[in-house]
């Protein structure tokens, strides 16, 4: 979101965004908004690790998004009943940007350009949401909510194999939608064959190319 601000918004459009924004700090551990409250507006990372999860029908909460700086949060609250579908809670101390909904409604509506790629990355948003929707094996769900922690925050530098931020096991395995035994156990396969390392709770990714061809072997196919 705040990419297609400063690209598809005039200088006088940003600076009634920056007029109107809100900057806002949460502790980790803490709650952006949580699901079913009313939908305020939209929330941009500035800096920080926010995760994003779901109630599901047992009641349990499903990690089903991972979110670092520049990001947007609370888009799914938009339309239907206005309330937020789902929650953001802090991984670490965190600054975000808060845009109410009749600030944001001015920009759509006044601006055919930013209003037309916002939909675009609403398109994109739903494709990937799809694409989710398959039958992998736990070792492959494994691999992915792996990867999807790699692809969110990255490295600790461009030399480094260790993950910026790792998840707690509980949190991988939340991604996965398996449990935290088979995350274990798919973390210690994936050690033995040289794809990734531990140290303590922190994980070093060794082979990205191994781990990507598990996570996403369908994109091998297409390939």
């Known amino acids: 979101?705040?990419?297609?601000?400063?690209?598809?918004?005039?200088?006088?459009?940003?600076?009634?965004?920056?007029?109107?924004?809100?900057?806002?700090?949460f502790e980790k551990g803490e709650f952006v908004f949580e699901a079913g409250?009313?939908?305020?507006?939209?929330?941009?990372?500035e800096s920080g690790k926010v995760k994003i999860t779901s109630k599901q029908f047992d009641k349990s909460l499903r990690l089903i998004r991972l979110a670092n700086d520049?990001?947007?949060?609370?888009?799914?609250?938009?339309?239907?009943?206005?309330?937020y579908p789902i929650s953001a809670s802090t991984l670490e101390k965190t600054e975000?940007?808060?845009?109410?909904?009749?600030?944001?409604?001015?920009i759509a509506k006044?601006?055919?350009l930013f209003s037309y790629?916002?939909?675009?990355?609403?398109?994109?948003?739903?494709?990937?949401?799809?694409?989710?929707?398959?039958?992998?094996?736990?070792?492959n769900l494994v691999a992915r909510a792996l990867l999807d922690n790699c692809r969110a925050f990255g490295f600790e530098n461009k030399k480094s194999t260790k993950l910026a931020y790792t998840l707690s096991r509980k949190d991988l395995a939340s991604k996965a939608g398996t449990t935290y035994e088979t995350v274990v156990r798919s973390l210690a396969e994936f050690k033995k064959a040289?794809?990734?390392d531990t140290e303590g709770k922190a994980i070093?990714?060794?082979?990205?190319?191994?781990?990507?061809?598990?996570?996403?072997?369908?994109?091998l196919i297409h390939h």
């Open 1 to 25: 979101m705040k990419f297609l601000i400063d690209k598809y918004c005039s200088k006088e459009w940003k600076a009634f965004i920056d007029f109107h924004k809100k900057t806002k700090h």
């Open 37 to 45: 409250q009313d939908t305020k507006g939209l929330y941009i990372i």
């Open 70 to 83: 520049g990001d947007i949060l609370g888009h799914r609250g938009f339309g239907g009943n206005w309330k």
């Open 96 to 106: 975000v940007t808060f845009i109410s909904v009749k600030v944001f409604d001015v």
């Open 110 to 112: 006044t601006n055919a």
């Open 117 to 139: 790629h916002l939909m675009m990355f609403f398109a994109e948003e739903l494709r990937k949401s799809e694409a989710k929707i398959k039958h992998y094996p736990v070792k």
């Open 194 to 196: 040289g794809i990734i």
């Open 204 to 219: 070093h990714v060794l082979d990205l190319d191994r781990l990507r061809a598990i996570a996403r072997p369908e994109e």
